[in-house]
């Protein structure tokens, strides 16, 4: 069937003039700044969320010129709102892989972020309506947008390169320092919005930011040309029986979802979210070591190709255990920034959210360095392998841990310490994260069978979920634990992974092949 929609544009990604993006395609700035304004909605959201259901329902605020007004909180407990955190990042994830194949099969790429983006942009509109219905209804809406964005807008920065290459690995170097550019500043204006004066206008300010990246994406859509176009040769019958299909199933998940939820809220099934997040946890573990022991003995596959499924599946364990650590950023570590860190700086009390925007510096500042070194420790075929960087990854952000639980052992409400342990921590887990995050997403790539590419992707995307889920279960735990025990036990837990990583680095190079 013809390609052709609403979003149709010239055949050639810079049509409409010979200005370039850097030069790269004019399309990409297009994608740019789309996902800099969603990357801008979603951290910004997410650098209030664990502060927002823990704040008091008689939480006040006192402004600079002294005006006291309310800005209650929902009151949660810290083990109910990391279980909610854990629930609501991890299916973000997970719903990435519905929404990627939602583009492939029925409405293509660019029309899944378009709709995609309208449904986050109303989610936050939603949680900027203070009740607790809005709040929740709000979160399933950008769940739901998100899995539909998220996972295409990238796949349309790679059509944009046809031939591949260098070319389309600098194009998603100035792609991914679009996604920081809207972490960085996200968090500075939804915090100040949300924290200083109240946590709905902060939600609010996340909607616009998502409406503003809208607008831009339809007035540059003619710039990408056929890329993110529906590629199918099925009738328009065929489609409509295959999306009906789609959304029937879903729509029935979601109903009982609702319903389980509301069975739940009310008393009549007896469990609690924290239960339900490991639960859940637990279930996406076992179905992954199912599936890779299906594909290892029934999948068809060579021996060569066994192996380095093998590796794919350390390498999701890797990186579940890594997010679980780094994810403490939207958890734990706001909450030592709201309770136990000295934020006043001349009199202005800094919100304890602008902390999560240092990550987003420190990456924007080393990825090129990163990226350097890399490019010149290979020259001199010093390069690590993939292995080890994973490993150095884990060590990085168990450093990090060490360092913060240091700063918290003397850390109290009434003896606050410095905001510079959070920032040595945060600079020591960008370190880790520059090691293994881009890493191991290009690892993917070169290891996965051809038939299998789209599912190990999948798998990858599922490893963060699995790894943010078990971060607001961690995150949760400052409920019973003293922030120094809880930092130093995820130290020397990340650690030792780190450790036992690189003992069997050799180990798993071989299993990789000739592939580097």
Known sequence: MSTEST?????????????????????????FFTEM???????????????????????????SDGTIIQNPGMGLDIATAGAIYGLYTSLVYILALPGGWVADNLWGQRKAVWVGGWIIAAGHFTMAIPSTYTFFLGL??????????????????????PDGGARRDAG???????????????????AWLGEAHHWHWGFGAAGVGMVLGLIQYRLGVGYLGNAGLLKSEDSREVLAAKSKKFFGTFFAVFAAVVLFGFLVSNGTISVTLTQIAQWLGYSVLVLVALY????????????EENKKMGVIFWLFLM????????????????????????RNIGGWLMPAAFLQSVNAFFIIVLAPVFGMVWVWLESRQKDPSIPVKAGLG????????????????NASPDNLVSPSWLVVTYFLHTVGELCISPIGLSAITKLSPERRVGQMMGIWFVGAALGNLFAGLIGGSLESLEADTLFRTVAMIIGSAGIFALIVAPQVKKLMGSTR
């Open 7 to 31: 979003f149709a544009g010239p055949q050639n990604p810079n049509a409409g003039g010979s200005k370039t993006f850097f030069g790269h395609p004019r399309g990409l700035s297009t994608l």
């Open 37 to 63: 304004w969603e990357r801008f909605s979603y951290y910004g959201m997410r650098a209030l969320l664990t502060l927002f259901m823990t704040a008091a329902t008689t939480n006040i605020v006192t402004q």
């Open 140 to 161: 399933i809406l950008i769940i739901c947008g998100t899995g539909l964005l998220k996972p295409n807008v990238s796949t349309i920065v790679g059509e944009l390169y």
């Open 172 to 190: 998603f170097s100035i792609f991914y320092m679009g996604i920081n550019l809207g972490a960085l500043f996200g968090p500075l204006v939804t």
């Open 292 to 303: 890779f022991v299906y594909i290892w003995t029934m999948g068809g596959h060579t021996v």
């Open 319 to 342: 990186i579940a255990i890594f997010w679980s650590g780094f994810e403490q950023a939207g958890t734990s570590f706001s909450l030592f920034a709201r309770d136990m860190t000295d």
């Open 394 to 409: 884990l060590l990085g952000l168990s450093a990090g841990f060490f360092v913060l639980a240091w700063g918290a052992a």
